[in-house]
């Protein structure tokens, strides 16, 4: 029996149609992975599952008596506790039994009723059964893999970064041990070493696993069928992500060609009827018109809206651009040891590191926003500096993307507003819905489409593939590699910055945490 059974899925918002009549189903064992271009309803498709949103029709039947685990990184996190606290409530069954146990035998030592003593030893056995006594081993082996010990397993819940915080969700859901867990995103929030031991971790979790990533490399890795989201179907392969997206296109090129074939049987038919109609041949023209009547047509392959992407470039005759001497960054203690670099004309560079290492803190200290706590960054006078900042923060999200960018940009005509969100990939339903309705990928698109509109010579970019689809990425790689200024680039995917990066700065060794 299937783990899950869909059948007969539909779902939309507005004129969105995300699915119609889809259906598939998660067998033992089977580790899925959720792929579709930014807006296909991935995300949906799991709040769908997870019983967060209804939809339109279809059934969504889990095996009974199935524990499944969710990672909602946006979840409530009770702020007083520390993140040891908060990990071991993922074995509060257990740790209620402990009580129970100690309660028990202070009745005895009440009452002297043996009763009691039989209860207790029961209970202490299934805690044996369950390996209670080893759970902070089991605890401290996913800390250690995830880099909360980085963090400090002592600190409070409610001191921790979103992304901080994230990691301690997908810690607890790891450590739970479900019949299936459910990931969005789970590479989002950490660096390669700890993406290396979730791939460890996830090839050895027998139980059933469904996973949304735009980390392609990831998938393929973790993944042994792929569900694909594409214009309101869902297809499941079987295979790999790689072996996935070959049948994907066999599939496409196989439609492509008997839908070329047909359109030449109907057009040689309709030529026949059209010249045969009255004549002769008038009964032949009638078969053929009746033949068409029933053929059934094969409609040509859907295109994916594809992104592209251009900086504007303003040349400069500096050599020198910029210089970071001994800069000591921090809120109110230092987080890295002093950090000096130079970059010269049309240099690039990648900053990496764990998740909290300081990244973000040092690119925000270079750009001014937060005072260093020593030491100083300085821009030559003619650098013009076009800044991607990884959250999806708005003003209002209830503005659509043409009011966002007609507030930022007042003198824009909204022709070329909606021919830049175009290229972006959002197309003009989606130009003109609420911020807070799109994908995080489509507002990430849409930072990317205002940027565009900047002049600079210099781009700081901090992790701008978080929510972005593969096409997508594809295209902003090869906007950054054509962008004749600098950049500092922020990135824990590998693939994304691998072939064509050779300067980096490893932040997590600079660490003083």
Same mark, same amino acid.
């Given at each position: 029996?299937?783990?899950?059974?869909?059948?007969?899925?539909?779902?939309?918002?507005?004129?969105?149609?995300?699915?119609?009549?889809?259906?598939?189903?998660?067998?033992?064992?089977?580790?899925?992975?959720?792929?579709?271009?930014?807006?296909?309803?991935?995300?949906?498709?799991?709040?769908?599952?997870?019983?967060?949103?209804?939809?339109?029709?279809?059934?969504?039947?889990?095996?009974?008596?199935?524990?499944?685990?969710?990672?909602?990184?946006?979840?409530?996190?009770?702020?007083?506790?520390?993140?040891?606290?908060?990990?071991?409530?993922?074995?509060?069954?257990?740790?209620?039994?402990?009580?129970?146990?100690?309660?028990?035998?202070?009745?005895?030592?009440?009452?002297?009723?043996?009763?009691?003593?039989?209860?207790?030893?029961?209970?202490?056995?299934?805690?044996?059964?369950?390996?209670?006594?080893?759970?902070?081993?089991?605890?401290?082996?996913?800390?250690?893999?995830?880099?909360?010990?980085?963090?400090?397993?002592?600190?409070?819940?409610?001191?921790?970064?979103?992304?901080?915080?994230?990691?301690?969700?997908?810690?607890?859901?790891?450590?739970?041990?479900?019949?299936?867990?459910?990931?969005?995103?789970?590479?989002?929030?950490?660096?390669?070493?700890?993406?290396?031991?979730?791939?460890?971790?996830?090839?050895?979790?027998?139980?059933?696993?469904?996973?949304?990533?735009?980390?392609?490399?990831?998938?393929?890795?973790?993944?042994?069928?792929?569900?694909?989201?594409?214009?309101?179907?869902?297809?499941?392969?079987?295979?790999?992500?790689?072996?996935?997206?070959?049948?994907?296109?066999?599939?496409?090129?196989?439609?492509?060609?008997?839908?070329?074939?047909?359109?030449?049987?109907?057009?040689?038919?309709?030529?026949?009827?059209?010249?045969?109609?009255?004549?002769?041949?008038?009964?032949?023209?009638?078969?053929?018109?009746?033949?068409?009547?029933?053929?059934?047509?094969?409609?040509?392959?859907?295109?994916?809206?594809?992104?592209?992407?251009?900086?504007?470039?303003?040349?400069?005759?500096?050599?020198?651009?910029?210089?970071?001497?001994?800069?000591?960054?921090?809120?109110?203690? !230092?987080?890295?040891? /002093?950090?000096?670099?130079?970059?010269?004309?049309? *240099?690039? &560079?990648?900053?990496? #590191?764990? %998740?909290? +290492?300081?990244?973000?803190?040092?690119?925000?200290?270079?750009?001014?926003?937060?005072?260093?706590?020593?030491?100083?960054?300085?821009?030559?006078?003619?650098?013009?500096?076009?800044?991607?900042?990884?959250?999806?923060?708005?003003?209002?999200?209830?503005?659509?993307?043409?009011?966002?960018? !007609?507030?930022?940009? /007042?003198?824009?005509?909204?022709?070329?507003?909606? *021919?830049? &969100?175009?290229?972006? #990939?959002? %197309?003009? +339903?989606?130009?003109?819905?609420?911020?807070?309705?799109?994908?995080?990928?489509?507002?990430?698109?849409?930072?990317?489409?205002?940027?565009?509109?900047?002049?600079?010579?210099?781009?700081?970019?901090?992790?701008?593939?978080?929510?972005?689809?593969?096409?997508?990425?594809?295209?902003?790689?090869?906007?950054?590699?054509?962008?004749?200024?600098?950049?500092?680039?922020?990135?824990?995917?590998?693939?994304?910055?691998?072939?064509?990066?050779?300067?980096?700065?490893?932040?997590?060794?600079?660490?003083?945490?």
């Amino acid at each position: 029996m299937a783990l899950l059974e869909v059948s007969g899925l539909s779902m939309s918002f507005a004129d969105k149609q995300l699915y119609d009549d889809a259906e598939f189903q998660l067998n033992k064992h089977e580790h899925m992975g959720i792929v579709g271009q930014n807006g296909a309803g991935k995300s949906t498709l799991i709040k769908i599952l997870t019983g967060q949103t209804l939809p339109v029709a279809g059934m969504i039947n889990w095996q009974k008596n199935l524990k499944v685990g969710y990672l909602d990184q946006y979840a409530e996190v009770p702020a007083d506790m520390t993140m040891y606290q908060f990990l071991q409530t993922a074995f509060q069954e257990l740790f209620d039994k402990e009580a129970q146990i100690n309660d028990l035998y202070a009745q005895y030592g009440e009452t002297a009723d043996d009763e009691l003593l039989v209860k207790a030893g029961q209970l202490q056995e299934q805690l044996e059964a369950a390996n209670f006594y080893e759970l902070d081993t089991k605890i401290d082996k996913v800390v250690t893999g995830l880099g909360l010990n980085a963090i400090g397993v002592d600190h409070l819940t409610g001191e921790m970064s979103g992304g901080q915080r994230s990691k301690v969700i997908l810690a607890k859901l790891l450590l739970e041990n479900d019949d299936v867990i459910i990931l969005d995103e789970p590479t989002n929030n950490l660096d390669t070493a700890h993406i290396e031991w979730l791939v460890e971790f996830l090839q050895g979790f027998d139980g059933g696993a469904i996973i949304i990533s735009h980390d392609y490399e990831f998938l393929e890795q973790v993944t042994n069928t792929i569900a694909d989201i594409a214009f309101g179907k869902i297809t499941k392969y079987r295979g790999s992500f790689q072996q996935a997206m070959r049948q994907k296109a066999e599939k496409r090129e196989q439609q492509l060609r008997s839908f070329e074939k047909q359109q030449v049987v109907i057009a040689k038919a309709e030529k026949f009827i059209s010249k045969n109609k009255a004549g002769t041949k008038s009964k032949q023209a009638r078969s053929r018109e009746k033949m068409l009547q029933k053929m059934e047509i094969v409609d040509a392959p859907d295109e994916e809206l594809h992104a592209s992407f251009d900086f504007p470039y303003v040349p400069m005759q500096s050599q020198e651009v910029l210089q970071v001497k001994h800069l000591t960054v921090g809120y109110t203690h !230092a987080l890295l040891s /002093p950090v000096s670099f130079a970059m010269t004309h049309g *240099q690039k &560079l990648l900053l990496k #590191g764990f %998740n909290g +290492a300081g990244k973000s803190t040092l690119i925000k200290s270079i750009l001014g926003k937060i005072t260093p706590l020593n030491g100083e960054s300085k821009f030559a006078p003619a650098v013009k500096v076009n800044y991607f900042n990884q959250d999806l923060d708005w003003d209002d999200d209830k503005m659509t993307p043409l009011e966002v960018m !007609a507030d930022a940009f /007042p003198k824009l005509e909204p022709r070329m507003a909606r *021919q830049r &969100l175009g290229a972006a #990939g959002i %197309n003009a +339903a989606n130009a003109q819905k609420a911020m807070h309705l799109l994908s995080g990928g489509e507002q990430t698109k849409v930072k990317l489409a205002m940027m565009e509109l900047i002049p600079s010579n210099f781009l700081i970019m901090d992790e701008p593939t978080n929510h972005l689809d593969e096409d997508t990425k594809q295209a902003l790689k090869k906007a950054l590699i054509r962008f004749e200024g600098n950049l500092i680039l922020v990135s824990h995917e590998g693939e994304f910055f691998r072939d064509w990066l050779p300067w980096e700065i490893d932040v997590a060794a600079l660490s003083l945490k």
